[in-house]
Nanobody, 122 residues
């Protein structure tokens, strides 16, 4: 069973930046899409951004203009560049393999990473 591995989380001051990585064993061309979610204790897991095999991207309104997705096919890795970080960005960030838009909603798969903690605090 394939499993993504997240890395790059940590503690950063408000206004700072972090770059998260989602590494996958094998070519990412074999996966139709990848998505980033985040979850705060006591709240539901929310969709942050998605990228398809064709390169189409989606960003939640809360992160649009601050977060950017990119791919490195040679390294089988998807990156989430996070700039101008705010305290409300504090969460555990998860990578999900696959997924698709259906009925106006992004449907994830069961292939989740274990997550990486991002803490934005002074």
């Amino acid at each position: 069973q394939v499993q993504p591995v997240e890395s790059g989380g940590g503690l950063v001051q408000p206004g700072g930046s972090l770059r998260l990585s989602c590494a996958v064993s094998g070519s990412i061309y074999s996966i139709n899409a990848m998505a980033w979610y985040r979850q705060v204790s006591g709240k539901e897991r929310e969709l942050v951004a998605t990228i398809t095999l064709s390169g189409d991207t989606y960003y939640a309104n809360s992160v649009k203009g601050r977060f950017t997705l990119s791919r490195d096919n040679a390294e089988n890795t998807v990156y989430l560049q996070m700039n101008s970080l705010k305290s409300e960005d504090t969460a555990v960030y998860y990578c999900n393999l696959g997924g698709k838009w259906y009925g106006g909603t992004w449907w994830p798969t069961a292939f989740w990473g274990v997550g990486t903690q991002v803490t934005v605090s002074s």
